[in-house]
């Protein structure tokens, strides 16, 4: 079975750090670009990260520039997005997503496979 596993979400106050993972199992994501989506609530779903499939390229949406870090470990089959300076406009419930391709994409309609979403909030 295909499938992207979210973990490390949590309850952090502002300024604070959380680093997000996404393993992958029932295949490889050596060949995949991975995307990280947010959606808060009553909000659209919005691209926050990605990166290629070599690690080499990142995007970042405007929002998160700066503060956030997306990496991969192709060994461990594993994406993280590491969150620094966090703030609560960075509350929502975040998602990881996968594209069999060489490029990234801000378009969540691109990929194929997605987990099921971990919870970030920031509060004091």
């Known amino acids: 079975q295909l499938q992207l596993v979210e973990s490390g979400g949590g309850l952090v106050q502002p300024g604070g750090s959380l680093r997000l993972s996404c393993a992958a199992s029932g295949f490889t994501l050596d060949y995949y670009a991975i995307g990280w989506f947010r959606q808060a609530p009553g909000k659209a779903r919005e691209g926050v990260s990605c990166?290629?499939?070599?690690?080499?390229?990142?995007n970042y949406g405007d929002s998160v520039k700066g503060r956030f870090t997306i990496s991969r470990d192709n060994a461990k089959n594993t994406v993280y997005l590491q969150m620094n300076s966090l703030k609560t406009e960075d509350r929502a419930v975040y998602y990881c997503a996968a594209r069999r391709d060489y490029y990234c994409s801000s378009i969540g309609g691109l990929y194929d496979y997605w987990g099921q979403g971990t919870q970030v909030t920031v509060s004091s």
């Open positions: 990166i290629t499939p070599s690690g080499y390229s990142t």
